[in-house]
């Protein structure tokens, strides 16, 4: 917390419970971002199919994607889970920027730390390693001041019992 102070003692609840938020939303956004990346895989190498789900191929099935003037195209009909993957990304990419910026203002940590937590949502992988680090660090942060804070007190009632 170099330079920054130091997050009040009344804010820990809200920490924790931004924590948690954080937590969640990594997990959807890294989970969704690794679909995007397998649905953009599929869509734009040489395979070139999307996902559907319903329509003329059943429940689940790939439909090709085909090269036109206007550019790729796909020939499935239904429910194209491949857009549907890259919209929810997308706007739970939002969702988890908030939950990032949450923990990031309450912790007071430097703004390179908020850019690291951010790119969590576009790097394959690192929302995950964040998840887990921003978790120990925040809960072993949390539990360090509480135990400063209780410490004074402790040595106080001791030294009080032994008059």
């Not at 956004?29 to 395979?47: D, H, Q, R, S, W």
């Not at 994607?65 to 939002?94: C, M, P, Q, R």
């Not at 790097?123 to 509480?146: C, G, H, K, N």
């Amino acid at each position: 917390m170099d330079g920054m102070p130091a997050p009040k003692l009344a804010t820990f609840p809200a920490i924790r419970g931004a924590l948690k938020f954080y937590q969640v939303a990594s997990i959807i956004t890294g989970t969704f971002l690794l679909l995007l990346c397998a649905e953009m895989i599929l869509k734009y190498t040489p395979i070139h199919l999307e996902l559907f789900a319903g329509g003329k191929g059943g429940f689940l099935w790939f439909a090709p994607v085909v090269e036109t003037a206007k550019g790729l195209e796909s020939t499935g009909d239904g429910v194209n889970l491949s857009l549907a993957i890259l919209v929810v990304h997308g706007w739970f990419y939002v969702v988890y920027l908030f939950a990032c910026f949450r923990i990031w203002s309450l912790m007071r940590w430097p703004f390179l730390r908020f850019i690291l937590l951010a790119l969590g949502g576009v790097i394959p992988f690192l929302s995950f390693i964040m998840e887990v680090r921003t978790a120990r660090d925040v809960r072993a942060y949390l539990a360090q001041r509480e135990a400063a804070e209780a410490a004074p007190s402790d040595s106080l009632t001791a030294t009080e019992g032994s008059k």
